[in-house]
């Protein structure tokens, strides 16, 4: 019969190496999601630049990482719905679309 301490060291040895073969796991997992802080700074005086943040904030958020962004300087005026109604970037959807999937998203702006 074997004895309490050899009992033990078994349980031990199990939950360790059970551990650490959960463990790299859940480390990758951790480290493929990623936290961003976009930073926009231009506004409508280009429209383009200033479409960059609320796209690329979208398509980080789809890809599954934490987003946040920070409107500083003329980019503060993007928050007011007059202005992200007529500002249309070349090449991409109208800036209120970008704007209106990061609310959907729920990607917190700072303005």
Do not use: Y
């Not at 005086?45 to 300087?73: D, K, M, S, Y």
């Not at 109604?85 to 109208?94: D, R």
């Amino acid at each position: 019969m074997p004895t309490r301490r050899e009992v033990s060291q078994h349980l031990c040895t199990a939950m360790l190496t059970s551990a650490a073969v959960a463990s790299p796991v859940a480390a990758a997992a951790d480290e493929s999601k990623q936290r961003f802080l976009l930073i926009g700074l231009c506004g409508s005086e280009n429209p383009t630049r200033a479409n960059f943040p609320f796209a690329w904030a979208a398509a980080l958020q789809e890809a599954g990482h934490e987003v946040r962004i920070e409107l500083a300087g003329d980019a503060t005026v993007l928050m007011r719905t007059v202005v992200a109604a007529n500002i249309t970037p070349v090449g991409w959807p109208p800036l209120s679309q970008a704007i209106a999937k990061v609310i959907e998203h729920k990607i917190p702006i700072f303005v």
